[in-house]
Structure formats: structure tokens, C-alpha cells
């Protein structure tokens, strides 16, 4: 773990620099306050903070202050002051700008390792519930199987994305894709080669989309995928090149090897509507594709879904 030394004696900073070393930190030394708080900025910057209290510019209840203040968006940093200053009412006033543990000058060896191994736990604590919040986090928003948005988080993509196409005046590309006969390829090959079609359908879609394009399992065998700053040709082209790819080469298990394809239904902002509306659009282009003999890409105007419909 790295740990950040804030003194301004060279004694102390060598003193304490030993033994974190010793005890398996990282050490990295500074001797003022200013430059303890550019370290902080930094990316991956330490987590565990030594700090003096009387320093030469920014002291080291300042100090604190200001990383207290950073806000709950960035990691914890725990803090332990070391100063000369042993009053009761000293130990308050760092304990309310937000000091974790408070130790006095001079300090026994012992009890400073005790102190940091306190805040290495914490720290590591911290980035546990992180990681699991983050996990929760993934799980509530994107399909367990494909790993893509599920259907709740790709609508909440469509939506933000229709939102900033009437700001900005840009359009927006929506395909709404189903895979081929999929029914047949889980009863002739199973379930089992179903799952890894689902898989595979995912990745290489997800591989042909840019960075910011948003694509989601939209219900069993359909996704969903969005597409800012498309325009109606545009996004033919892209899901034209999207259904060849995936078309190009058969999906492979152990025991099988088939080559899948979809059909596609694609729509735009320029047509209007609400996102339930571009979506039925979308839906009704899926279904003439499917009245067409499938493993196509087709768009119907908003004048003509009433027709398919009905």
C-alpha cells in the first residue's frame, strides 16, 4: 500500500520513511501541505496520510479540511496527525476537522505501527464495499448472461440519448435486432448452444459499436442498440455491416458449429416520438424483415406502421 508522509522535519520524515518501509508500504515524502495536496489529486494517489500539524504554508488541520471537503466522490483517505501538541482540546479540534487517529511526538515505534495497520484496514475495508457496490451496481444494470445492458438500462440509454438529440439537434440511430429462427436452435442444438449463440450474438455486436454507442438484451433473443449522431442512412449502413458480421462466420461449441443470423429493424429521432413510439417504428421495420424472409435490415416509415399493424 502506498502511504504519503506530510513533515517538514527531515528527521521524522527519514524516521518515519523506514518504517513504513520496513513494514511493507510505499512511502512518498513531501514538507508542506501544498504539495501533500497535488500528490492527492493525482490518480491512484495514496490512501494513508502521516501528517504533521504545524507545517510551513497549508498546516496539517487545513490540510484535512480541504480533503474532507473533496467530497463523498472521491476514495477515503485516512489520516493520522502526528504533532507535538498532547491537550485534550488539541485532540478535539483534529478530530473535528476529520483527522482518523491522532498520535503525539514523540512517538513509540510500536504504537505508530499499530495505528497505521489500523488504517490499513480500514482503507482496504473501504475498497471492498467499493468493489461490491460496484458489483450490485453492474448486476442491477446489465443482462448475467451477454454482460450487455439489460432492458431497463439500454431504455434508460435511448431515452438520455433522444433527450440530447433535441438539445443538440443531432439525430439518433435505433436498431432493434432479433436473432433468426432462434426457437429452432434451442430445440435442435439445446439450450446449452442457445446460451453461447446469446454470448456470442452479444460480443460481436459489442465489438462493431463504437465506445458511446449502447447496445442491451432487449427481451429474449432481441437487442437493442443506440446509436448518437446516426442519421437514417447511417444507421442502415451500420446494421447492414452489423447482420454481415455476425453472418460471416458460425458460432462454434464443442459439439456444434451453425451459422446465425439476424433481422433488424432500424429507426431514427428525425422520425419523432417518444421512445415507446420509435420503438414500436422499429419493431414494425423488425417484423416486415421477418415477412421478407429474414437476415435483413429493414426501416418502414412512420405514414406506413399503422398498415403493418393492422
Not at 513531501?30 to 495536496?37: C, H, R, Y
Not at 497535488?38 to 504554508?57: A, E, H
Not at 473535528?96 to 512517538?107: C, N, R, W
Not at 442444438?189 to 456470442?200: F, I, S, T, W
Request: aromatic share 6%.
Amino acid at each position: 500500500m502506498n502511504a504519503l508522509i506530510v513533515d517538514d522535519s527531515p528527521i521524522y520524515r527519514k524516521l518515519i520513511r523506514d518504517h513504513l518501509q520496513e513494514w511493507g508500504f510505499v512511502p512518498t515524502e513531501v514538507e508542506n501541505g501544498s504539495q501533500a495536496w497535488r500528490v492527492l489529486q493525482q490518480t491512484d494517489s495514496p490512501k494513508l496520510v502521516i501528517l504533521d500539524w504545524v507545517l510551513p504554508d497549508l498546516d496539517g488541520i487545513e490540510l484535512c479540511q480541504r480533503i474532507r471537503n473533496a467530497g463523498k466522490s472521491r476514495p477515503y483517505v485516512y489520516i493520522i496527525l502526528l504533532t507535538g501538541k498532547d491537550g485534550r482540546k488539541d485532540m478535539l479540534t483534529a478530530m473535528q476537522a476529520g483527522v482518523d487517529d491522532y498520535l503525539v511526538k514523540p512517538f513509540d515505534e510500536s504504537e505508530l505501527r499499530a495505528r497505521i495497520l489500523v488504517g490499513k484496514r480500514i482503507v482496504d475495508l473501504q475498497q471492498e464495499l467499493i468493489l461490491a457496490r460496484e458489483s450490485m451496481r453492474h448486476a442491477a444494470t446489465h443482462d448475467s448472461l451477454t454482460g450487455l445492458m439489460n432492458r431497463a438500462e439500454v431504455m434508460d440509454s435511448l431515452t438520455r440519448e433522444l433527450a440530447r438529440s433535441k438539445r443538440d439537434g443531432k439525430p439518433v440511430g435505433i436498431i432493434l435486432a432479433d436473432i433468426d429462427h432462434f426457437k429452432s436452435v434451442n430445440d435442435s442444438c439445446g439450450h446449452l448452444y442457445g446460451d453461447e449463440v446469446l454470448k456470442e450474438v452479444a460480443r460481436r455486436f459489442r465489438g462493431r459499436l463504437r465506445v458511446y454507442d449502447a447496445v442491451g438484451r432487449y427481451g429474449g433473443e432481441e437487442f437493442l442498440m443506440v446509436l448518437p449522431g446516426c442519421d437514417a442512412m447511417t444507421t442502415i449502413i451500420r446494421a447492414d455491416e452489423l447482420r454481415l458480421h455476425l453472418a460471416s462466420k458460425p458460432v462454434v461449441s464443442a459439439k456444434t458449429s451453425r451459422v446465425i443470423t439476424v433481422s433488424m429493424g432500424v429507426v431514427t429521432s428525425e422520425q419523432g416520438g417518444t421512445p415507446e413510439a420509435l420503438l414500436s417504428q422499429a419493431d414494425c421495420g423488425l417484423y416486415r424483415a421477418k415477412q421478407k424472409g429474414r437476415n435483413r435490415v429493414e426501416e418502414v416509415e412512420k405514414a406506413h406502421v399503422s398498415e403493418l399493424v393492422t
